[in-house]
Nanobody, 128 residues
Framework: QVRLVESGGGSVQAGGSLRLSCVVS????????MAWIRQAPGNEREGVAA????????YYADSVKGRFTISRDNAKNTLYPQMNSLRLEDTAMYYC?????????????????????WGQGTQVSVSS
């Protein structure tokens, strides 16, 4: 059974940083896309960052480019986003998710609908 467990969320002032973690277990596919997807109340889900476990290719939404960095520790099956220069609009529930092994383009990694296993989410709240 595939299980994803996020941690590291919390409250932070604008301009601050947070590092989330997502531990994946039970997923036997050797190479696949993993993503951080967020959803704020009243908003649609947004894929903010993704990484391909095979070669480390990454995707970032324009809204987080230059501020978020996604990485993965394959030995620990753990996914991280380092989130810097946080803004009020980054406030959301953040989910990690596992997706397909092959994509036509790395840009497709930003589509939340391609991910089939999700964690329960961790809340990030940014205040002024």
């Amino acid at each position: 059974q595939v299980r994803l467990v996020e941690s590291g969320g919390g409250s932070v002032q604008a301009g601050g940083s947070l590092r989330l973690s997502c531990v994946v277990s039970g997923y036997t596919v050797s190479s696949y896309w993993m993503a951080w997807i967020r959803q704020a109340p009243g908003n649609e889900r947004e894929g903010v960052a993704a990484i391909y476990t095979g070669d480390g290719s990454t995707y970032y939404a324009d809204s987080v480019k230059g501020r978020f960095t996604i990485s993965r520790d394959n030995a620990k099956n753990t996914l991280y986003p380092q989130m810097n220069s946080l803004r009020l609009e980054d406030t959301a529930m953040y989910y990690c998710a596992t997706g397909p092994s092959v994509l036509a383009s790395a840009r497709d990694a930003g589509d939340p609908n391609i991910y089939n296993h999700w964690g329960q989410g961790t809340q990030v709240s940014v205040s002024s």
